[in-house]
């Protein structure tokens, strides 16, 4: 079973800045890490993911950094906006099996004016 | 395009009762999952399904059974209601184990 660790579990950003949530993962993991997004009474988003031989991937102002050896993944929110206020979650897919996802407790994000 | 599509958006039921919580999708996915979302806890998968006829728990199987009879249904059936199964539930499906998973609504269960 996949042990995946999630921080912090909230985090408030002012306008403009950056937001960095962090994702630890135990056993070795392969195919792809994705991150997920979710607003209040909606289901959960992709949002980001990476493919393990590449280190940086980056989408607007998204950017997911890998550290393969350190099983450490990283969401990195840059110019953060009110509209990103959500609450986000990492996930790893489970050894064996990538069609088994096993998610972080989540991060509450809010963006203050 | 309707995506996938979870039925009902919410419902309470007694200590006891049994229910099925529907779940289709129209996008042709083979992998299909039902999660169950708690507060502090993250998404927990129920079961997981790679294609119609295989199906397979997740980390919280007990008290839950599902079936895929078709690649578009994936069912989850709650045998007998207990409190702890208060949550919220989502079904969720993806092309491949190389995709992104495109998550239902949700459903909002409670359980008195």
């Known amino acids: 079973q996949q042990q995946v660790k999630q921080s912090p579990q909230s985090l408030i950003v002012q306008k403009g800045g950056i937001s960095i949530i962090n994702c630890a993962y135990e056993?070795?993991?392969?195919?792809?890490f994705p991150w997920y997004q979710q607003f209040p009474g909606k289901g959960p988003a992709l949002l980001i993911a990476?493919?393990?031989?590449?280190s940086e991937k980056k989408e607007g102002r998204f950017t997911i950094s890998f550290n393969k050896s350190a099983k450490q993944f990283s969401l990195h929110i840059m110019d953060s906006q009110p509209g990103d206020s959500a609450t986000y979650f990492c996930?790893?897919?489970?050894?064996?099996?990538?069609?088994?996802?096993?998610f972080g407790t989540g991060t509450r994000l809010q963006v203050t004016l | 395009n309707a995506g996938v599509t979870q039925t009902p958006k919410f419902q309470v039921l007694k200590t006891g009762q049994s229910m099925t919580l529907q779940c289709a999708q129209d996008m042709n996915h083979e992998y299909m999952s039902w999660y169950r979302q708690d507060p502090g806890m993250g998404l927990r998968l129920i079961h997981y399904s790679v294609g119609a006829g295989i199906t397979d728990q997740g980390e919280v199987p007990n008290g839950y059974n599902v079936s895929r009879s078709t690649t578009e249904d994936f069912p989850l059936r709650l045998l007998s209601a207990a409190p702890s199964q208060t949550s919220v539930y989502f079904c969720?499906?993806?092309?491949?184990?190389?995709?992104?998973?495109?998550f239902g609504s949700g459903t909002r269960l409670t359980v008195v």
């Open positions: 056993n070795t993991a392969f195919d792809y």
């Open positions: 990476i493919r393990p031989d590449v």
């Open positions: 996930a790893v897919p489970n050894t064996g099996t990538a069609s088994k996802l096993t």
């Open positions: 969720a499906s993806s092309l491949s184990s190389s995709y992104g998973y495109t």
